[in-house]
């Protein structure tokens, strides 16, 4: 799944502003510029349009770790040179707090119905032979539901 996408959607979930955006790149180990997260931040037919790497949203999604579950005692976060959408699946699971039930009632309100079996494949090291690649459409109805569940429209700002 393209990494521009999920950073905008997280954006628009979770309501950050440049300044937060910028905050949370730190925390996850990474110094970014305003116009850096802009143009990540710009849709692709923009002139000033720049892709993400898979390391800068891994310091991204780091950041929302630790800014969520705190700083790992003595350990500084790493963030990945590859990242594919069970890492992002994982690090969004561990962000949020979320355990499988509430991954299983995010998806469905997605209308991505899952099993518990089939969920814990995504979490599974990919020696195992009970391993199962995430599908950008599990992932995309993942962040679906993830905008159903935390972006609530009728909050004031």
Not at 68 to 86: S, T
Not at 113 to 139: N, T
Request: hydrophobic share 35%; proline share 3%; glycine share 4%.
């Amino acid at each position: 799944m393209e990494n521009n996408y999920i950073l905008r959607n997280l954006r628009y979930i979770f309501s950050y502003d440049d300044d937060k955006m910028m905050k949370l790149f730190k925390l996850g180990g990474k110094d970014v510029t305003r116009e850096e997260v802009s143009n990540w931040l710009k849709k692709e037919e923009d002139p000033d349009y720049k892709s993400i790497y898979d390391r800068d949203l891994a310091h991204f999604l780091n950041g929302m770790i630790v800014k969520n579950r705190g700083k790992q005692e003595g350990k500084d976060p790493v963030a990945e040179k590859k990242l594919n959408n069970n890492d992002v699946l994982r690090k969004l699971r561990i962000a949020l707090s979320l355990q499988e039930d509430d991954m299983l009632e995010i998806l469905s309100r997605a209308g991505q119905h899952l099993s518990r079996h089939e969920l814990s494949a995504f979490f599974r090291k990919p020696s195992q032979s009970q391993f199962r690649p995430c599908k950008d459409q599990v992932l995309r109805n993942f962040i679906k539901g993830m905008k159903l569940t935390y972006r609530r429209e009728d909050l004031p700002l």
